[in-house]
Every structure is written in C-alpha cells, then in structure tokens.
C-alpha cells in the first residue's frame, strides 16, 4: 500500500537555484526517510528523520517533519546538475518495524 | 566494500520459465528485503525476511517466492513467470527493520517476461 505522496510530480529549476519536494502520508510513523534514486538505478539513502525530530540537516540538504500535519519537505541548496534524480519518501508505520511505505517520487531535473 | 549485490542485472526470459534473481550482501545484516518498481507507482514491497528462516508477505507477494537459508543471502524466484512481473526489481538490507532502519540497495534487476 502506497502511503506516502510526493509533490511535485516533476520540478526542473537552473543550477544553483534551491529545489523544494514534500511529502504527505497518511498514518502515525516512526520515521520518515528520503532517498535518491539516478534514472534507473539503485536508491541512495539521504535522511532518516525519526517522528520526535523536526528538522535535520545533511550537507545542503535539509529535512523537515511536521507530524501535525503528516508532511515532510526536503529543501536541496544551491543546486547541482548531479542532483538531477528522483526523489522518494518512505514512512516507517507506527504498527510495523518491518516495512516501509513508498510514494511515487519527484523528478528533478537540473538545468545547466 | 560494504554492499548488496544482485544478478542477473537484466533478464529477458518467457512465460513460465522459471528463473531466480540472486541477492547477497556483505554487512552482516538481519533484515533483507525484495521491492519492485514499476513507473509512477513507487517501490512496492514483495518480500521480507528478518533473520535466516523467517521471511513474511509484503505488498505484492502473488507470483514471487522466497528463501533465508543464510543471512547474506535472499533469493527472489518466480516459479512461472508472466508478463505483469515485468519490473525493475530491487533487493535492500537493514540491521534492523525497514521501517526504523536505513536501507541498503542493490543496484537492480531489469526484467522482461515475454
């Protein structure tokens, strides 16, 4: 089952611009994780956020976690044409350890 | 190098023709994991397993097996392929679960059920 959904679908913006995704799910988590995904490979782990946490920051990454209103952003800093890649959220559920909910992802396309 | 290897990388294959997609990984971890990603519709999960012996249904099980004999490897078979198993297909790992747990991935399995 899909919980988690990304928006934009799809978000092209010019290099050194800051580039903005969020995320909403639906149900109570343990923790919010984002990954990176390069056309067609295999995924990357970012940022795992656990459901006590706010915000957190990688290098010129920044994630935000507002389980008030079920919803994360991840804010990606002066942009680089490498960042070009999918971007997806997963939820870890209250009610299981073992799984993780996927949404569809956000395309990123950095322009030169 | 700490890793999660899968092979085949790409399959073509036809209907019925039973194939196994091989997955191992190097980090002593209990928890492995099979997805599969189709387009617009995100990672689905197939299979888990949480230690050697003990794997459980995901999402999308229907058509898929699996096995834990060792803890660094967890094998994906399709007993009789069809054509709607046609996917990208991941193998993940974790110490712990996925869902407290960061994941680990292979690079992925293009397969094609003709």
């Known amino acids: 089952s899909q919980q988690g959904e990304e928006d934009p679908q799809a978000l092209s913006i010019q290099e050194g611009e800051n580039a903005t995704m969020n995320c909403s799910y639906k149900?109570?988590?343990?923790?919010l994780q984002w990954y990176r995904q390069n056309s067609g490979r295999g995924l990357v782990h970012l940022i795992l956020i656990r459901s006590n946490e706010r915000e957190k920051h990688s290098g010129r990454l920044r994630v935000t976690l507002d389980t008030s209103k079920k919803s994360s952003s991840l804010l990606i800093t002066a942009s680089r044409a490498a960042d070009t890649a999918s971007y997806f959220c997963?939820?870890?559920?209250?009610?299981?350890?073992?799984?993780?909910?996927w949404g569809a992802g956000t395309k990123l396309i950095i322009k030169p | 190098e700490a890793q999660v290897t899968q092979n085949p990388r790409y399959l073509i294959t036809v209907t019925g023709k039973k194939l196994t997609v091989t997955c191992s990984q190097n980090m002593n971890h209990e928890y492995m994991s099979w997805y599969r990603q189709d387009p617009g519709l995100g990672l689905r999960q197939i299979y888990y397993s949480m230690n050697v012996e003990v794997t459980d249904k995901g999402d999308v099980p229907e058509g898929y097996k699996v096995s834990r004999k060792e803890k660094r490897n967890f094998p994906l078979i399709l007993e009789s392929p069809s054509p709607n198993q046609t996917s990208l297909y991941f193998c993940a790992s974790s110490s712990w679960g996925a869902g407290t747990d960061t994941q680990y991935f292979g690079p992925g399995t293009r397969l094609t059920v003709l």
């Open positions: 997963a939820t870890g559920p209250m009610d299981s350890n073992y799984q993780l909910i």
């Open positions: 149900t109570s988590i343990n923790n």
